[in-house]
């Protein structure tokens, strides 16, 4: 799956998306935005540990991994809202007392990391046959100091701006699942954002579509496998 080339500041930079990357997880994706690319791999349902069972619905929990070096307090931040959105969407009480698990492994971070690890995500579950109520999808966008809305920005762009922010989107009620801000903005600007993000989110959801090759709802499973993200 890839875009088109990206047109001015309210549209989104190239994106792409590739499945079934990895032999060891259940499921796997890549994505890429821009020159920012997130590996993700799914691992479940496995047995899931006494402490951290839940006894009617499956047990999800995400690894960020950062390109170089050990997770720090940003990385545990974008795990907290990405779970929190896969949560919202996963049909776990079809499979309780289990642990699904996504582990994300940056490749290369040029902006919107937040948006491109949940795009991941979503491919990667898909790919994995975990029921899912509807696919999401994210994006970012920045505010910059003349008020002009940039989506998808680059890391430069979001050192310059006052203000950013990243939502999530689900494709079955365009509900929103997720938004987390940074930085000031006045609440007449909002409506700004909204009309660019709704409809940048309706483009990057119109592309999500399961390719053929997507296995079928929990198959192939390895018993035992870690999640290490290696093919």
Known sequence: ???????????????????????????????????????????????????KEIFNKATLEVIL???????????????????????????GAL????????????????????????????????????PMRALFCGVTCALDSDGNLVLDPTTKQEKEARAILT??????????????????????EVPVWGRGIAQNLYNILSQLRPSPSVRPCWGNKRKGASTGLRS
């Open 1 to 51: 799956m890839k875009s088109s080339p990206r047109s001015p500041v309210c549209s989104l930079r190239h994106f792409a998306c590739e499945q079934n990357l990895l032999s060891r997880p259940d499921g796997s994706a890549s994505f890429l935005q821009g020159d920012t690319s997130v590996l993700a791999g799914v691992y479940g349902p496995a047995e899931v540990k006494v402490s």
């Open 65 to 91: 991994r950062p390109k170089i070096g050990l997770p720090g307090v940003a990385e545990k931040s974008r795990e907290r809202l990405v779970r929190n959105t896969c949560e919202a969407v996963v049909l």
């Open 95 to 130: 499979h309780p007392r289990t642990s699904i698990t996504v582990v994300l492994q940056v490749v290369s971070d040029a902006g919107s990391l937040l948006a491109c690890c949940l795009n991941a995500a979503c491919m990667a579950l898909v790919d994995a046959g975990v």
């Open 167 to 188: 939502f999530a989107l689900d494709s079955a009620e365009q509900k929103l699942l997720m938004s987390t801000t940074k930085g000031l903005y006045s609440d007449a």
